[in-house]
């Protein structure tokens, strides 16, 4: 057969890919010159001229049908021009699986489709016909036992469509051997699939337009061929006729499966009903679930639950489970109210409370609870300060002078802050100065400084996680992120009246605190209207500077805890207020402590004298001020944030008054020791060698110091108190930064001047009563009258004596002095010879031979009777030029 005209040539396809079904159009050159005309068409090599419209020469629309091959040509075939070619070709994708649920634009094949007629006693609901790799990659099946799978997730499922399906679970069952980059491809085909579904009904329309075009355009071809018939009207037509065919069937059908049907419904309901308890069982067996939990504690399993179903069954209109939900809410209302009881519980620890919070939180719980435990916590803080206090209140009046148990501080580990002043002295020169109180003291804790210790123990113990409480509830980590997001919590609307009502609480544990110490150490700082809240103590007696430096260590350790938990300082003033009182306080006490102690010390003069004509007693004076400053070192000392104790110029003024009193109590000593009489003198504990004539002439006799001799030793030690030890106190006052030192030194110098200068006056009055009592008598001798005046015959012998008793003074001190001059001759320096020349040159001279052998013979028995006592100083001479 001839053919007249070119074969067909495809050159182009729209579109150029697609899964079967696909609509395209077709476009090219001599298609055909008709449909009839048109009598082969292949795509992908699957023959489609069954759905193929020819359009004409240049265009013929078609479906893709099922084809082998994945890509391949169009070819076209007519009867004017044969078999075409194709320049373009058309690739066919494989079509993805759509449930029955699922919309399409497509026809599709049900053949590869769970048909459910064939397991319809099995109940199984729709969502279990989605497809079975959700994942899109290859499923391998893992050899892990099931029972294993069960144990580590109990209550789970691998089945993606059940409420507790396990991701985990699934991913071991079915793809444990995948590879990391398979997985990734499953978490794209995952996100794939997720954008599809929230394209919506929209896309779905997008997808399949045409079709629904090519759908409208039939129905109205068929209604508008009907109505140009006018068939649809009468009676008798096609339309009628097939209706009423239809209806008998169906009323056939109803009347033949009407037993068979009830039952089906029946049991369509009764299985209905089931699939609603299997399913909504979880909010029926709720409240028992609830009851459950809360007995065992489970509070974090009742929240979820409760989420759960409030998200579920919140705004359901279901009467049956509003029901159950009315029951669930009773239930929970119980749980907050237990809940907040056990909030605000006393005592409990912070991380009790943080969790009753998070979990009053998650259940929306009404007000504010958070707040509601701070301000417990404020009160229960309050109320045990007052219970320690009134506790050791009653110990005290129940065991007066005793030391209870009860008052030791349990697992208190901190040594205590003693003073120099608890130990004992050891001294130079045989003193025997003693601290004045038995070791046993510093066991026997009085009962307000372990008061003051177990209330700051307790302070310290409580207030840190109270402030962090505080913390957790303004930085909002007390409360869950659906409690934050809810709305439900009050707190933000009164954010500045909370902090201001939380500062006013802090300053009120401070103030408590602070007048509980002061009650019990320094009552008269407290105001009378306070004195039964805060005082009672009834102790005549005040403690000592040791104890009160003791209680100023410990409150200054609890200072520095609070610092830590970084509470502003303008909270913690009242405290260093408390400080710089107590230091004030234990200056004065120590002084005054020290003024006693410098009373007693006349009663430790040993009279023992050393090389330099001195006692021990200015040496103990000295020590006994050096220890008590010693123990005012740390009180003195100004932590960071505290102010000097001498800030105040009343302070500068006692304290100057203190010190100027220590003083002239210890001059007053020396007087009343230079005055005491003899009988009073206690020197039975003097050693002395009998063999040696002694610096006071009878003392190896009777063992008794005469008043001339004490007079030189208190004149002796007066002459270095001026030039050594008041200085050195000074310098000990001003090392410790005390005030008003000139005038301390000033007058204590004056009063030891004047002193000196009355026991001089006595020594020298002493030295002359012999004298004149030699005279009064010669003088008065026959009741001398100058009317019965005899002729005189001589110088009577009662003038004689006296001028032979004052040379008797000044030959005793001629030769004591030659005497000392010759031994240490050797040891001479030019001002020590100076000194020896002007002491001797101020005695009458000897003029007579007599009186210079006399001196010279007793100088030579000295020397004779002392040979060892003097060869000891030639021998040390002597080494000391060797070397």
């Known amino acids: 057969m001839s053919r007249s005209r070119q074969p067909?040539?495809?050159?182009?396809?729209?579109?150029?890919?697609?899964?079967?079904?696909?609509?395209?159009?077709?476009?090219?050159?001599?298609?055909?010159?008709?449909?009839?005309?048109?009598?082969?068409?292949t795509i992908c090599g699957h023959n489609c001229l069954l759905t193929a419209e020819w359009m004409s020469a240049s265009k013929i629309v078609c479906r893709v049908g099922q084809a082998k091959n994945d890509k391949g040509d169009i070819i076209v075939t007519t009867k004017s021009g044969g078999k075409g070619t194709s320049t373009v070709s058309f690739k066919l994708l494989k079509p993805e699986k759509i449930g029955l649920l699922d919309q399409s634009a497509v026809w599709v094949d049900e053949m590869n489709y769970y048909d459910m007629r064939t397991d319809r006693n099995k109940g199984i609901p729709p969502l279990s016909l989605r497809p079975a790799n959700p994942l899109g990659i290859e499923i391998e099946k893992s050899k892990f036992p099931q029972k294993d799978l069960e144990m580590l997730f109990p209550g789970m499922s691998a089945d993606f469509t059940s409420e507790n399906f396990s991701a985990a679970w699934y991913l071991i069952e079915n793809h444990s051997t995948t590879s990391f980059e398979q997985l990734k491809m499953a978490v794209?085909?995952?996100?794939?699939?997720?954008?599809?579904?929230?394209?919506?009904?929209?896309?779905?329309?997008?997808?399949?337009?045409?079709?629904?075009?090519?759908?409208?355009?039939?129905?109205?071809?068929?209604?508008?061929?009907?109505?140009?018939?006018?068939?649809?009207?009468?009676?008798?037509?096609?339309?009628?006729?097939?209706?009423?065919?239809?209806?008998?069937?169906?009323?056939?059908?109803?009347?033949?499966?009407?037993?068979?049907?009830?039952?089906k419904d029946k049991a369509d309901s009764t299985r209905n009903a089931l699939n609603v308890l299997q399913r909504f069982k979880f909010l029926f067996n709720l409240p028992l679930?609830?009851?459950?939990?809360?007995?065992?504690?489970?509070?974090?399993?009742?929240?979820?639950?409760?989420?759960?179903?409030?998200?579920?069954?919140?705004?359901?209109?279901?009467?049956?489970?509003?029901?159950?939900?009315?029951?669930?809410?009773?239930?929970?209302?119980?749980?907050?109210?237990?809940?907040?009881?056990?909030l605000l519980e006393t005592p409990s620890t912070l991380h009790d409370q943080k969790r009753y919070i998070r979990y009053l939180s998650d259940l929306h719980a009404p007000g504010d609870p958070a707040w509601q435990c701070i301000g417990a916590q404020h009160r229960w803080i309050l109320q045990l300060m007052?219970?320690?206090?009134?506790?050791?209140?009653?110990?005290?009046?129940?065991?007066?002078?005793?030391?209870?148990?009860?008052?030791?501080?349990?697992?208190?580990?901190?040594p205590l802050v003693l003073g120099p002043l608890s130990q004992t002295a050891s001294l130079k020169r045989g003193s025997?100065?003693?601290?004045?109180?038995?070791?046993?003291?510093?066991?026997?804790?009085?009962?307000?400084?372990?008061?003051?210790?177990?209330?700051?123990?307790?302070?310290?113990?409580?207030?840190?996680?109270?402030?962090?409480?505080?913390?957790?509830?303004?930085?909002?980590?007390?409360?869950?992120?659906?409690?934050?997001?809810?709305?439900?919590?009050?707190?933000?609307?009164?954010?500045r009246q909370r902090q201001n009502d939380f500062k006013k609480m802090i300053q009120e544990v401070m103030q408590c605190l602070v007048k509980l110490i002061r009650g019990a150490l320094l009552p008269l700082s407290i105001p009378e209207c306070g004195v039964r809240q805060y005082g009672g103590w009834e102790v005549k007696s005040e403690l000592s500077g040791q104890w009160l430096a003791h209680v100023i260590q410990t409150i200054r350790l609890t200072y520095e805890s609070l610092t830590a938990l970084e509470i502003p300082n303008d909270m913690l003033q009242t405290i260093q207020d408390l400080i710089l009182d107590l230091r004030v306080?234990?200056?004065?006490?120590?002084?005054?402590?020290?003024?006693?102690?410098?009373?007693?010390?006349?009663?430790?003069?040993?009279?023992?004298?050393?090389?330099?004509?001195?006692?021990?007693?200015?040496?103990?004076?000295?020590?006994?001020?050096?220890?008590?400053?010693?123990?005012?070192?740390?009180?003195?000392?100004?932590?960071p944030g505290e102010a000097s104790v001498f800030q105040q110029p009343k302070t500068q003024e006692e304290v100057c008054q203190l010190s100027i009193n220590i003083m002239q109590i210890f001059i007053y000593c020396l007087e009343q020791l230079s005055t005491k009489p003899d009988a009073d003198v206690d020197t039975t504990?003097?050693?002395?060698?009998?063999?040696?004539?002694?610096?006071?002439?009878?003392?190896?006799?009777?063992?008794?110091?005469?008043?001339?001799?004490?007079?030189?030793?208190?004149?002796?030690?007066?002459?270095?108190?001026?030039?050594?030890?008041?200085?050195?106190?000074?310098?000990?006052?001003?090392?410790?930064?005390?005030?008003?030192?000139?005038?301390?030194?000033?007058?204590?110098?004056?009063?030891?001047?004047?002193?000196?200068?009355?026991?001089?006056?006595?020594?020298?009055?002493?030295?002359?009563?012999?004298?004149?009592?030699?005279?009064?008598?010669?003088?008065?001798?026959?009741?001398?009258?100058?009317?019965?005046?005899?002729?005189?015959?001589?110088?009577?012998?009662?003038?004689?004596?006296?001028?032979?008793?004052?040379?008797?003074?000044?030959?005793?001190?001629?030769?004591?002095?030659?005497?000392?001059?010759?031994?240490?001759?050797?040891?001479?320096?030019?001002?020590?010879?100076?000194s020896f020349k002007q002491a001797l040159e101020a005695l009458p001279q000897l003029s007579s031979g007599a009186d210079k052998k006399l001196l010279e013979e007793l100088l030579n028995k000295f020397k004779s009777s002392m040979h060892l006592q003097l060869t000891c100083f030639q021998a040390a001479s002597s080494t000391m030029m060797k070397t």
């Open 386 to 414: 007052h219970s320690c206090k009134e506790g050791y209140v009653q110990d005290l009046k129940g065991t007066p002078g005793l030391h209870s148990p009860m008052l030791d501080l349990d697992n208190d580990t901190r």
């Open 685 to 834: 504990h003097l050693s002395v060698d009998v063999s040696s004539p002694d610096l006071f002439g009878s003392i190896h006799e009777d063992f008794t110091l005469t008043s001339e001799q004490r007079l030189l030793i208190v004149l002796s030690n007066c002459c270095y108190l001026e030039r050594h030890t008041f200085l050195n106190i000074a310098e000990h006052f001003e090392k410790h930064n005390f005030q008003g030192i000139e005038k301390i030194t000033q007058i204590s110098m004056a009063s030891l001047k004047e002193l000196d200068q009355r026991l001089f006056e006595n020594y020298i009055e002493l030295k002359a009563d012999p004298i004149v009592g030699s005279l009064e008598p010669g003088i008065y001798a026959g009741y001398f009258d100058w009317k019965d005046c005899l002729p005189p015959t001589g110088v009577r012998n009662y003038l004689k004596e006296a001028l032979v008793n004052i040379i008797a003074v000044h030959a005793e001190a001629r030769l004591e002095i030659c005497a000392l001059r010759d031994t240490v001759a050797v040891h001479l320096t030019p001002e020590s010879k100076s």
């Open 585 to 639: 306080r234990c200056v004065m006490v120590t002084l005054q402590h020290t003024a006693e102690e410098i009373k007693r010390l006349a009663e430790k003069e040993d009279w023992i004298i050393d090389n330099e004509g001195l006692t021990s007693l200015p040496y103990q004076f000295e020590q006994c001020i050096v220890h008590s400053l010693q123990s005012l070192k740390g009180v003195l000392e100004c932590k």
């Open 432 to 495: 025997s100065f003693q601290a004045g109180r038995d070791d046993t003291w510093r066991y026997k804790t009085p009962h307000r400084v372990a008061f003051v210790e177990k209330l700051t123990k307790l302070v310290l113990s409580q207030l840190p996680n109270f402030w962090k409480l505080w913390i957790s509830y303004v930085n909002g980590s007390l409360f869950s992120e659906t409690a934050e997001k809810s709305g439900q919590i009050e707190r933000s609307k009164n954010v």
């Open 188 to 263: 794209t085909n995952l996100k794939r699939q997720a954008n599809k579904k929230s394209e919506g009904s929209l896309a779905y329309v997008k997808g399949g337009l045409s079709t629904f075009f090519e759908a409208q355009d039939a129905l109205s071809a068929i209604h508008q061929k009907l109505e140009a018939d006018g068939t649809e009207k009468v009676e008798g037509s096609m339309t009628q006729k097939l209706e009423n065919v239809l209806n008998r069937a169906s009323n056939t059908a109803d009347t033949l499966f009407q037993e068979v049907l009830g039952r």
């Open 289 to 342: 679930n609830i009851e459950r939990n809360i007995q065992k504690g489970d509070y974090d399993v009742v929240i979820n639950d409760y989420e759960k179903a409030k998200s579920l069954f919140g705004k359901t209109e279901v009467q049956v489970f509003k029901k159950y939900y009315a029951e669930v809410e009773t239930r929970v209302e119980a749980l907050r109210e237990l809940l907040l009881a056990k």
């Open 8 to 41: 067909p040539l495809v050159t182009g396809i729209s579109p150029n890919e697609g899964i079967p079904w696909t609509k395209v159009t077709i476009r090219g050159e001599n298609l055909g010159t008709g449909p009839t005309d048109l009598i082969g068409l």
